[in-house]
């Protein structure tokens, strides 16, 4: 059997710890160059891929000023993706709500953004993928806006067409098992139309005893924090709501006064909620064992393979896992951009095509039962008692008042 040639080079942006990239390069895709700041994140693109440029200065919003197509041994147009998922912190829904932070393009984190559109501007590239959650593309302090108008410079100035489709997706109904929202924009240099791949496990979703039941583990994290002891006495896909009024459980807490994720536990059938970059000592999801997840429980349910590996002090791994883009959705979104550029050898895209994704893991027949659930210790008797719900929408805490700012 012939080897299979690559079907594209790609500039990688934002890189974090690669999920955007091992995904593409399940898809047939070359990574050429990662911009990346952060330390921790190089760390592990180095350990697993040493053959990958990744520039010390990994900042985008100044690389424009020295990074070229030649220094790619490109000329401008030759690139075939750029790729990448900017600081979606600006965007998030947790931006609207924290007093030190700020939102949309008026968060000086944003910027980068610039420096994205500036190097499309010099590697004209053939395509453009940006992943990031949903806020960056729609919403009142959005960066669409910024976006589309950028493109249509870059459009007039080179007689380019990129035209942007986006749409937001759930990485579960593509076969990852996480629920994470995320908004999804392709563009194409040449004005090709862009078909976003339809789901393809929506009501049968791949779950969380599915990523994780063949995972040996050699160390399990233990909880911590005050509240951590009640997880045994909380259901499988449940969090602190059983434990209130409303719920099945003691009344130690109000309705809804809590974030969704406080003491938020896995359910074998179903696939997990968001994974967090910074999880707090309550902040879920746990494993079914009422325990924290480990690194490596978190990389499958993120559906990196279990060859990427990760490296330093264990909160730093958390984060840059809890901030990857999933890889199998990745994957299919190269597959789709490959087959719609119609990029490399025609039989190797056909062959690409009819593959089942590398990193799709499939459902288990049979699930073991959920695990029993427990009295609550007496150390949290002393809470039981009547609670205020929250007031209802719109009554609780209000956003944070923004200051106009020049952006």
């Given at each position: 059997?012939?080897?299979r040639?690559?079907?594209?080079?790609v500039?990688s942006?934002?890189?974090?710890?690669?999920?955007?990239?091992?995904?593409?390069e399940?898809?047939?895709?070359?990574?050429v160059?990662c911009l990346?700041?952060?330390?921790?994140a190089?760390?592990v693109l180095?350990a697993?891929?040493?053959?990958?440029w990744?520039p010390?200065?990994?900042?985008?919003?100044?690389?424009p000023?020295?990074?070229?197509?030649v220094?790619l041994?490109?000329k401008?147009?030759?690139?075939?993706?750029i790729?990448g998922g900017p600081?979606c912190?600006?965007?998030?829904?947790?931006?609207?709500?924290?007093?030190s932070?700020?939102a949309?393009m008026r968060?000086?984190r944003a910027?980068?953004?610039?420096?994205?559109?500036?190097?499309?501007d010099?590697?004209?590239p053939k395509a453009?993928?940006i992943?990031n959650?949903?806020?960056?593309?729609?919403?009142?302090d959005s960066a669409l806006?910024v976006v589309?108008?950028?493109?249509d410079?870059?459009?007039?100035?080179?007689?380019?067409?990129?035209?942007?489709?986006?749409?937001?997706?759930?990485?579960?109904?593509?076969g990852?098992?996480?629920?994470?929202?995320?908004?999804?924009a392709?563009?194409?240099?040449?004005?090709?139309?862009?078909a976003?791949p339809?789901?393809t496990?929506?009501?049968r979703?791949v779950?969380?005893?599915?990523?994780?039941?063949?995972?040996?583990?050699?160390?399990?994290?233990?909880?911590?924090?005050?509240?951590?002891?009640l997880?045994?006495?909380i259901p499988?896909?449940?969090n602190?709501?059983?434990?209130t009024?409303?719920?099945?459980?003691?009344e130690l807490?109000?309705?809804?006064?809590?974030?969704?994720?406080?003491?938020?536990?896995l359910?074998?059938?179903?696939p997990s909620w968001?994974?967090?970059a910074?999880?707090?000592?309550s902040?879920?999801?746990?494993h079914?064992?009422?325990?924290?997840l480990?690194?490596r429980e978190?990389?499958?349910?993120?559906s990196?393979p279990?060859?990427?590996?990760?490296s330093?002090?264990?909160r730093?791994?958390r984060?840059v896992v809890?901030n990857?883009?999933?890889?199998?959705l990745a994957?299919v979104?190269?597959?789709a951009i490959?087959?719609?550029?119609?990029?490399?050898?025609?039989d190797?895209?056909?062959?690409?095509?009819?593959?089942r994704?590398?990193?799709?893991r499939a459902?288990r027949?049979?699930?073991?039962?959920?695990?029993?659930?427990l009295a609550?210790?007496d150390?949290?008797?002393?809470?039981?008692?009547a609670?205020?719900?929250h007031?209802g929408?719109g009554?609780?805490?209000?956003?944070?008042?923004?200051t106009?700012?020049?952006?």
């Amino acid at each position: 059997m012939r080897a299979r040639r690559p079907f594209g080079r790609v500039l990688s942006l934002f890189t974090g710890a690669g999920g955007l990239d091992v995904g593409l390069e399940r898809a047939g895709l070359v990574t050429v160059a990662c911009l990346e700041t952060d330390g921790a994140a190089q760390a592990v693109l180095r350990a697993n891929r040493p053959s990958w440029w990744i520039p010390a200065d990994g900042d985008v919003t100044g690389a424009p000023s020295w990074l070229k197509p030649v220094d790619l041994g490109l000329k401008p147009g030759e690139l075939d993706l750029i790729a990448g998922g900017p600081p979606c912190q600006p965007f998030s829904k947790a931006a609207q709500w924290k007093s030190s932070a700020r939102a949309g393009m008026r968060d000086p984190r944003a910027q980068s953004i610039h420096g994205m559109f500036d190097l499309i501007d010099d590697f004209l590239p053939k395509a453009l993928l940006i992943e990031n959650v949903s806020g960056f593309l729609q919403g009142k302090d959005s960066a669409l806006g910024v976006v589309m108008e950028r493109l249509d410079g870059i459009n007039r100035d080179h007689g380019t067409n990129y035209d942007l489709s986006w749409t937001i997706v759930d990485s579960a109904d593509y076969g990852v098992p996480q629920h994470r929202q995320r908004a999804i924009a392709i563009a194409y240099r040449d004005g090709q139309e862009v078909a976003l791949p339809a789901p393809t496990h929506i009501g049968r979703p791949v779950r969380s005893w599915d990523a994780l039941w063949d995972l040996k583990e050699v160390v399990k994290p233990a909880p911590s924090g005050y509240w951590s002891g009640l997880l045994p006495s909380i259901p499988e896909g449940k969090n602190y709501l059983h434990h209130t009024a409303r719920g099945d459980g003691a009344e130690l807490f109000g309705w809804r006064t809590r974030y969704w994720s406080f003491l938020l536990k896995l359910a074998k059938d179903r696939p997990s909620w968001t994974l967090p970059a910074s999880p707090g000592p309550s902040t879920g999801p746990f494993h079914w064992e009422n325990r924290p997840l480990s690194v490596r429980e978190q990389a499958r349910l993120q559906s990196f393979p279990d060859s990427w590996k990760f490296s330093g002090v264990e909160r730093a791994q958390r984060k840059v896992v809890g901030n990857a883009t999933p890889p199998l959705l990745a994957e299919v979104l190269g597959r789709a951009i490959i087959s719609q550029l119609g990029v490399g050898d025609a039989d190797d895209r056909e062959a690409l095509v009819a593959r089942r994704p590398t990193l799709l893991r499939a459902r288990r027949r049979a699930l073991p039962c959920e695990e029993p659930v427990l009295a609550i210790p007496d150390i949290y008797r002393e809470h039981i008692g009547a609670k205020d719900a929250h007031p209802g929408h719109g009554r609780g805490p209000s956003p944070r008042v923004i200051t106009e700012e020049v952006a």
